[in-house]
């Protein structure tokens, strides 16, 4: 029997890139006689013509089915969304620009069928801005101590896993998933494989410094309670330290009292550790509203509407 192979892509200002990002990857499947594919394009309520662009895509291939979101839920949501209607026997996730070349679709299809879970591109070089290639740096380095990643394991946006990994995952009912964390949650069969990073087709990515701090905020949060561990070591150790400086202070002064009070210093530490509490008061209020988001069941995505090509009866 054939396997199929259903490649998701979020699409949010793609209405540039996206028709040839979809005529890269038909390319991949031709001659590929033991696999069958679909490619699901699921409309973030991108501001411009990229529903558009899919459903006419939609409505000329029976290959590729568009959805459409009522409203922008993020990257993630969309990726749920796509994933809910996938029905092949792997699920490749991958971007909408072109940074993730089609070429090495079944690179990782080889990979995935050598007995792994899930597969991800590791990028030799990224043609990102220096602010984001540390950004990106700094987010896997304090994921794996957070999240307790196996040493050497490598995070991509680009990916395949097997079909019951996305099963696994469409169980999560976090309103903000995060996906990377829920696969290293489900399995520790992973790899990765070299893979050049592509450059963009067209226009500049979404991701703004505040997107960045919140998606990292997403994962740190989704799947640990390390950082609610170090607020309470970091509680003592500055009630301790805070201590320690407060008994010297009354022993110097009590040795030299002609030594006038240090209002300015004691003024910036008070400064200083009151927002530090604040920090981590804002760190636990992420943790309770997670939990009081899915409490009141706020849905990941709401699809609006479906485009697909209409297959006359009879024709398989």
Request: with cysteine.
């Amino acid at each position: 029997m054939k396997k199929k192979i259903s490649v998701t892509i979020p699409c949010y200002k793609s209405q540039d890139t996206i028709v040839k990002l979809t005529d890269q990857i038909k390319e991949q499947f031709k001659g590929k006689k033991d696999y069958d594919y679909e490619i699901i394009l699921v409309n973030d309520c991108s501001p411009d013509n990229t529903f558009h662009v899919i459903s006419d895509l939609a409505k000329k291939d029976e290959h590729i089915i568009a959805y459409d979101l009522s409203k922008n839920f993020g990257e993630s949501s969309a990726l749920m969304a796509a994933f809910s209607k996938a029905s092949g026997d792997y699920i490749v996730r991958m971007d909408d620009d072109g940074e993730h070349d089609p070429k090495y679709l079944f690179d990782l299809v080889n990979k995935l069928e050598e007995g792994y879970d899930y597969v991800c591109a590791e990028f030799q070089h990224y043609h990102h801005s220096l602010y984001k290639r540390i950004g990106s740096k700094f987010n896997y380095w304090f994921l794996t101590k957070m999240m307790d990643i196996p040493k050497g394991s490598i995070m991509s946006s680009y990916n395949i896993s097997r079909r019951y990994v996305i099963d696994a995952i469409l169980k999560y009912e976090n309103p903000k998933p995060y996906i990377d964390g829920m696969v290293w949650a489900i399995t520790t069969r992973t790899a990765s494989i070299p893979i050049e990073h592509g450059f963009r087709y067209a226009g500049e990515s979404g991701y703004n410094f505040r997107k960045s701090v919140a998606l990292w905020l997403n994962g740190v949060t989704s799947f640990s309670i390390k950082p609610l561990r170090i607020a309470s070591l970091s509680g003592f150790i500055f009630a301790f330290s805070g201590f320690i400086i407060g008994l010297i202070a009354v022993i110097d002064k009590l040795l030299h009292p002609e030594v006038e009070a240090g209002w300015t210093s004691m003024f910036a530490m008070m400064l200083f550790i009151g927002g530090f509490i604040m920090i981590f008061l804002g760190l636990i209020g992420e943790y309770v509203g997670r939990g009081y988001l899915i409490s009141n069941h706020i849905p990941q995505y709401v699809i609006r509407e479906e485009v697909r090509k209409e297959v006359k009866k009879g024709k398989k």
